[in-house]
């Protein structure tokens, strides 16, 4: 059975910084073509953030409320894959997920919660 597993959210000021992992277990991550970070807000619809392919193929695409602020990227060698957050806003409060892109609702894994509050 394959799991996607979050890590590295937590509480941050207003114009901090964290960078989020996804790992795989049951399987080589590097298997998907495509990953994408998503979140969801409380009382809010999971939405897409970021998304990436395994290679440099393609440009790595983001939602414009992260434009500028966030990076993804992915380790092929340490099969993970990051959302560098920079400049977090009070509204980039959410849990957030990572898998396929488009995502595949067997995938879905815990998320990491990430609140931003001064």
């Known amino acids: 059975q394959v799991q996607l597993v979050e890590s590295g959210g937590g509480l941050v000021q207003p114009g901090g910084s964290l960078r989020l992992s996804c790992q795989a277990s049951g399987r080589d991550i590097n298997d998907f073509w495509r990953m994408g970070w998503y979140r969801q807000a409380p009382g809010k619809q999971r939405e897409e953030v970021a998304r990436?392919?395994?290679?440099?193929?393609?440009?790595?695409t983001y939602a414009d409320f992260v434009k500028g602020r966030f990076t993804i990227s992915r380790d092929v060698a340490k099969a993970t894959v990051y959302l560098q957050m920079n400049t977090l806003e009070p509204e980039d409060t959410a849990v957030y997920f990572c898998n396929k892109y488009p995502p595949d609702g067997a995938y879905w894994g815990y998320g990491t919660q990430v609140t931003v509050s001064s």
């Open positions: 990436v392919t395994t290679t440099a193929v393609d440009t790595p």
